[in-house]
């Protein structure tokens, strides 16, 4: 299952919505810059995700996920798996504006607040970075304790007015408490607190509230800038014609929040880069800072309108000997123009490269470090209608494919892939259809027919069953039945799960005698009944749980068949094998007290063992 995590952001045609959030019949951007629309969802549970660290941002997947690599600045690119990415390898990061409609503050609770504009944007990105709120009832005297406040450094007189103006018009009346280098003002009414703890909660990672992120430009902006003026900062750095003017839009500790804030500052037309500061003993620090004077000048004659930094310290002027950090192989450069822009070093800048093609509808992101399984998480993927691609986090990614199983009278499904389909439908090449006949049928006629279809055109395929409840797996060499059936008074009730077959591979190529592969059976056997008590999944619901329980599958198959073929070609000894398999399988499931699986072998594509 190709997945990527549920909490980052896809880009649509009304904003950024969390793939865990997404729809069916939601429009989603594309490679090309249209709006296409999702036509199938899925929730793959908890997986190990890879963590892949480009010159410009961090992107996380399962190590099957296909992501989209760039092949030129020409815009060709190629699917690549997760687990086939390497340094160097370069991804397609948005370079489009979008801006979804204006919308209102949520109703989270009864509390009536003014309506949202630019200046209350602003407060809600600044209260994210310097606000916090707090509720708590003393035990001695049952007495509630509320606060909403919000810190305010005294360095900029500026900020301090904008901010006890806009709290007075949220809340009224507040107390000030003064301290060494900022003031705090407070309000302790309950229905304050109970409304900004659904935006941030105490002790709890940032994250940016959905009715910014689809929302218009404007409101967008001026929370990213409340953002930048709480704990951003800038920086006019020059000697001698050499330095830069560096605007650091944010850190913190949560690199969810740096994700988001940097997805966001994509949607509006602004290319940022994320840094990790890794602090022995303490939590790792997330950085946003700005990119090139392109996306510098775009940020700041964008935010300035809202940011009080800006506007106070800011000084924009590009300068002439700058370097922004970010390079690209030469690789990259379209036939015939690789040397005006790449010099003998076999690279060039971010610079260079806005100078020659300054309309492109992307910016290449270097693969700089690759993470394997960092973080145990909650994924999703989603199909989407033509284009079959999406971004998410501003990155370029692959949408999942499908497996169908189909009755023999659906003529639409047999005809799916007939003439000109491959034009006319390009986008059912990304499913593999089968047709799903009983072993208990006799009708050559139902067959021959079919497979005059598979005749020509490869498909449909296939998938004989003795049990109409039987399905597969994607691949199709696992056999399912995820149906769970209970006994009840008025019957037998049927109520579908997810079932699970706990894979163990060995390796053709130690198979050199007959004994021992017999051993090697003996001991997958036993590996994978052992690995088929892990039966608790609470997340999946509880159908699952009992399925897993009710017929613990294992599947144990040969990776390197062709490395001893005179052994694992030969039927007689592979149906020996399979005896033992089972045998071994009943006898560790009858110790561990789980019951045996009703299939144990399988054959499954897998790469040669070497």
């Known amino acids: 299952m190709r997945c990527l995590r549920g909490d980052d952001d896809v880009i649509t045609n009304k904003g950024l919505v969390k793939l ?43 190590n099957n996920h296909r992501w989209l690599v760039l092949n030129n600045l020409s815009g060709e690119f190629r699917e690549v798996y997760a687990s086939d990415l390497k340094e160097g390898d370069v991804l397609l990061l948005n370079n489009r504006s979008v801006s979804g409609e204006y919308q209102d503050f949520p109703k989270y609770t009864d509390l009536k607040l003014p309506k949202l504009d630019e200046d209350l944007a602003w407060f809600i990105g600044y209260f994210l970075g310097n606000g916090n709120v707090s509720t708590r009832t003393k035990s001695d005297t049952g007495f509630e304790d509320n606060k909403f406040r919000v810190c305010i450094p005294t360095n900029y007189p500026t900020i301090v007015n904008k901010v006890k103006s806009i709290f007075e018009k949220i809340v009224g009346t507040y107390s000030i408490h003064k301290k060494k280098s900022a003031i705090e003002l407070t309000s302790s009414k309950k229905c304050f607190v ?23 430009s404007s409101i967008q902006l001026a929370f990213l800038a409340g953002v930048l003026d709480s704990d951003g900062s800038v920086r006019n750095d020059n000697k001698n014609g050499k330095g830069y003017r560096q605007i650091t839009l944010n850190s913190s500790k949560y690199s969810i929040f740096i994700t988001q804030l940097q997805a966001l500052y994509n949607l509006n ?135 169908i199983l189909f009755s023999p009278n659906d003529e639409e499904m047999y005809n799916s892939k007939v003439g000109n389909w491959f034009y006319d439908n390009p986008q059912r090449g990304r499913y593999n259809a089968s047709v799903a006949l009983e072993r208990s049928d006799d009708n050559k006629e139902v067959f021959n027919k079919i497979f005059e279809s598979t005749k020509e055109y490869g498909e449909p395929g296939f998938f004989f069953r003795s049990d109409s409840g039987i399905g597969c797996n994607p691949c199709f060499e696992i056999g399912f039945k995820p149906v769970l059936e209970i006994q009840k008074p008025d019957g037998v009730s049927k109520q579908t799960g997810i079932q699970f077959c706990n894979l163990i591979s060995i390796s053709g190529k130690e198979s050199t005698t007959e004994e021992k592969f017999y051993k090697q059976c003996k001991a997958a056997a036993t590996i994978g009944t052992i690995q088929a008590t892990y039966n608790s999944f609470p997340f999946l619901g509880e159908v699952t749980e009992q399925l897993a329980k009710n017929d613990p599958l294992i599947g144990v198959s040969i990776s390197g068949i062709m490395m001893n073929p005179d052994i694992l070609l ?41």
């Open 269 to 403: 037309g602004i290319i940022t880069k994320t840094q990790t500061k890794i602090r022995k003993g303490k939590s790792n620090e997330y950085i946003l800072k700005t990119v090139s004077f392109k996306y510098r000048k775009e940020c700041v004659e964008k935010l300035s309108l809202y940011s009080e930094k800006l506007k106070e310290d800011y000084i924009l002027e590009e300068i002439s000997k700058e370097k922004d950090g970010i390079y690209f192989p030469k690789y990259l450069a379209i036939r015939g123009e690789g040397n005006k822009i790449w010099n003998s070093c076999k690279r060039c800048s971010l610079n260079k490269v806005l100078e020659y093609y300054p309309d492109l509808n992307y910016i290449p992101a270097v693969i700089t470090n690759i993470e394997k399984d960092v973080e145990e998480v909650e994924v999703f993927d989603i199909e989407v209608e033509n284009n079959h691609n999406f971004y998410i986090n501003g990155v370029l990614t692959h949408n999942s494919a499908l497996a």
């Open 570 to 610: 030969n039927e007689n000894i592979l149906r020996k094998g399979a005896e033992i398999i089972k045998e071994q399988n009943s006898k560790i499931a009858n110790l561990l007290r789980i019951n045996p699986a009703s299939r144990t072998t399988c054959i499954k594509p897998k790469n040669m063992i070497k």
């Open 20 to 62: 865990k959030n997404i729809k069916n019949g939601d429009l989603v951007l594309t490679h090309d810059g249209s709006f296409q629309k999702v036509i199938n969802k899925e929730n793959n549970g908890i997986r190990k995700v890879d963590r892949i660290t480009t010159n410009l941002n961090i992107n996380y997947s399962t």
């Open 194 to 216: 109970e409304y900004f703890l659904n935006i941030k909660q105490p002790n709890t990672p940032i994250q940016i509230p959905d009715f910014i992120k689809q929302n218009t």
